[in-house]
């Protein structure tokens, strides 16, 4: 939405240097509708059968995601011998793990300034415990073999217009002619290069990996098995949750019936009932289907789902490689409020996504949102842009899904039903990282031993949940026409988005 009655306002680099209509319409010509990472590994993806009977369980997981996932194996990396199952209403990664960008980043909190407005007195802790996780993702898929196309090249964030240039000032700046060397973009200005803040993978190996390490240490995991009911009465009175799982991380040696009788709980604690017509008593239970309704009524209105779009080239040749530099393969990404982000994929395509963030009314997540040729259009737009040098390149793929975004945007923790039950939502598109996190979160949750982790005020506190429809539509959409607004006026933001700043929900990408 163009703020075009404001005399204040100006075109961004996009507007002032957009590419003919028909080049980019020949480069969508032909894109096929469907997530190229999924499509990428189609004959290769292992297939789980649906749970059509009744076990019992130590851990049952609901969502067979990258928090699911994780879940799972950080469990049985604690205890061996564990009970671990994983139920998914459809295939393992379909939705947002196997189509995001792929960026792995360091950040638990969606980045610094998002941290320091809301937990201050906890972001050199919050830092550190981030480092250390993409750390230990690294050390996980060198331990286990993982074949991800994990790179841990950083991330180049670059100013595109002249207000954003002071944004990038400081470690790592690199000016205008050293940030075109790195990648040969006319739309940059300047930049700053971390290297160690971001690995980049390939999201759908990265997720069918892990149910394969999963499963190779005795993890079981069940396809087409919709959870449609969470049962049990929870801890009885008086009876504790102590020694479930190993709050310190390490790899236990008691076998899990040992386990559940040091936690006082039965394998009945929790029971789960799917639509496939199976069913698992567990002592515990992990939720994790982030952007899809939780089974849970008050985290109902915690999160909502918007609208992620992204396109992915044919492969470059030699000559195109060539004309954009890019040879140390950072992940990028623009400093506007509506911003973009773009990587090399191993076999030298691009990605390019962002820009547009869609919130259907209601919160309803249907497969026809991803159907929107308006924001393929502008992104193939953005892109050629960014990369006039590459016009006459076709996207191979183009493809959206929703996110699931919380007023914190960033995770959020708790517990249920007695404490026998633990979850995490609401990454706002920065999962691929902070799932593993979150993973030894709902574990030290569950543990009911207090951690590091748990006394955190990020773990303790709640966000503010959404207000019930039509304020949340009208709030979402104004709050994007306003973001929107502020990239046409140098960065200015106007009342709405102070307003919000001041109560804590403001958020500047």
Known sequence: MRPTHDAAAHDTVFERQRPAAAAVEQALAGARRSAFWLDDIALSRTRFEALRHTIDADLVIVGGGYT?????????????????????????????????????????????????????????????????????????????????????????????????????????????????????????????????????????????????????????????????????????????????????????????????????????????????????????????????????????????????????????????????????????????????YYRLSADNRILFGGYDAVYHFGSKVRPSYEERASSYSTLASHFLTTFPQLTGIRFANAWAGPIDTSTRFCAFFGTARGGSVAYAAGFTGLGVGASRFAADVVLDLLSGQPTERTELRMVRERPLPFPPEPAASIGINLTRWSLDRADHRAGKRNLLLRSLDAVGLGFDS
């Open 68 to 340: 699911g996932l994780w879940s799972a194996l950080r469990a049985l990396e604690r205890q061996p011998d564990a009970r671990v199952v994983v139920l998914e209403a459809g295939r393992v990664g379909w939705a947002a793990s196997g189509r995001n960008g792929g960026f792995c980043e360091a950040s638990i909190t969606h980045g610094d300034e998002n941290g320091e407005n809301r937990w201050p007195d906890e972001m050199q802790t919050l830092r550190r415990l981030g480092d250390e996780n993409l750390d230990a993702i690294e050390q996980t898929v060198a331990r286990y073999g993982m074949k991800c196309d994990f790179e841990r090249t950083g991330t180049l964030t670059v100013a595109i217009e002249p207000h954003q240039v002071d944004w990038v000032q400081g470690d790592g700046f690199l000016d205008e002619a050293a940030v075109r060397a790195e990648v040969a973009s006319p739309t940059y200005l300047a930049g700053s290069w971390n290297m160690r803040s971001t690995a980049l993978v390939h999201p759908a190996k990265l997720v069918t990996e892990l149910a394969r390490v999963v499963t190779e240490r005795g993890g079981q995991i069940f396809e087409g098995s919709r959870v449609v009911g969470l049962g049990g009465a929870g801890r009885r009175a008086g009876q504790s949750a102590a020694g479930a799982w190993d709050p310190a991380g390490a790899s236990g040696t008691a076998g899990a019936s040992a386990a559940s009788a040091a936690s006082g709980a039965s394998p009945g604690s929790v029971t789960v009932r799917t639509a496939s017509g199976g069913t698992v008593r567990a002592a515990r239970a992990v939720l994790a289907t982030n952007v899809f309704p939780s089974l849970l009524k008050r985290n109902r209105g915690m999160t909502v789902p918007v609208y992620d779009y992204a396109l992915m080239t044919e492969p470059l040749s030699d000559h195109q490689l060539a004309s954009i530099g890019w040879s140390n393969r950072q992940g990028i990404a623009d400093l506007a409020n509506q911003f973009h």
